[in-house]
């Protein structure tokens, strides 16, 4: 795992239905093992992040991914309480570490800009600070 952030919530019960752990599943584009399928011979790359900064921007987006695919899931197995767990616990874990980023660096949403300080435009683009 790249990230402090903990894979415990992995273990869910059902084994069709096993989760992938965070940083795999976003750089898969899909958080259940079962239903990831590659493309040919194309393997998903690795982000790096360059700073501190980046590395929690990234942990955030691997938790917002995890949030919106599990979302899914549960849109079709609405009885799947152990899953609804795990997607609670993920959007927490996003919370605070949204909250966190924010406190920290800046808003990354223009509509969370309570304090009006606009600070919008004045750091890099997440994409100018990876390499791929």
């Known amino acids: 795992m790249l990230f402090?952030?903990?894979?415990?919530l992995v273990s869910h019960k059902n084994q069709e239905n096993k989760l992938c752990e965070l940083d795999n599943g976003f750089f898969k584009g899909?958080?259940?093992?079962?239903?990831?399928e590659g493309y040919k011979n194309y393997y998903p790359c690795r982000i790096e992040p360059k700073s501190q900064e980046m590395k929690d921007?990234?942990?955030?987006?691997?938790?917002?991914?995890?949030?919106?695919?599990?979302?899914?899931?549960?849109d079709i197995h609405e009885d799947d309480h152990e899953m609804y767990e795990v997607f609670k616990q993920y959007?927490?874990?996003?919370?605070?570490?949204?909250?966190?980023?924010?406190?920290?660096?800046?808003?990354l949403c223009l509509t969370d800009d309570i304090l009006g300080k606009y600070t919008w435009?004045?750091?890099?683009?997440?994409?100018e600070e990876y390499d791929v």
């Open 91 to 107: 959007a927490m874990m996003y919370k605070k570490k949204l909250m966190d980023y924010e406190r920290k660096y800046q808003v």
């Open 4 to 8: 402090e952030i903990e894979n415990t």
């Open 121 to 127: 435009t004045s750091s890099p683009w997440p994409w």
């Open 30 to 36: 899909n958080m259940f093992e079962k239903l990831y």
């Open 57 to 74: 921007l990234l942990e955030i987006m691997m938790l917002d991914f995890a949030i919106n695919d599990l979302n899914l899931y549960l």
